[in-house]
Nanobody, 123 residues
Framework: QVQLVESGGGLVQAGGSLRLSCAAS????????MGWFCQAPGKEREFVAA????????YYADSVKGRFIISRDNAKNTAYLQMNSLKPEDTAVYYC????????????????WGQGTQVTVSS
């Protein structure tokens, strides 16, 4: 089992930045691929970004390419999502996810989920 706890959400003005963190704990959590999803009110949860356990490969949704950066610090068992140039349409609950491979995360079916953190971007 892997437990995921997100933090760093909040209220920010359009054009601003936020950095989300996802602390992982549990069995060999540092060997898991990790990712981020978001779910806006009335919409389905959608993929945002993912990276392999080594951090060597990253994947992004087209809507965030060039604005968001996913990274990880395996010594701290923590993944990050640096969110820049935020837009009101980025407003959503952001969920951390983990699995043995990044493929399942990109496909939207990771084995583990965090509880989510709210990001609100005001115009």
């Amino acid at each position: 089992q892997v437990q995921l706890v997100e933090s760093g959400g909040g209220l920010v003005q359009a054009g601003g930045s936020l950095r989300l963190s996802c602390a992982a704990s549990g069995r060999t959590s540092s060997s898991y691929a990790m990712g981020w999803f978001c779910q806006a009110p009335g919409k389905e949860r959608e993929f945002v970004a993912a990276l392999t356990w080594s951090g060597g490969m990253t994947y992004y949704a087209d809507s965030v390419k060039g604005r968001f950066i996913i990274s990880r610090d395996n010594a701290k068992n923590t993944a990050y999502l640096q969110m820049n140039s935020l837009k009101p349409e980025d407003t959503a609950v952001y969920y951390c996810a983990a699995d043995r491979t990044s493929r399942t995360i990109v496909a939207g079916t990771p084995a583990y989920w965090g509880q989510g953190t709210q990001v609100t971007v005001s115009s």
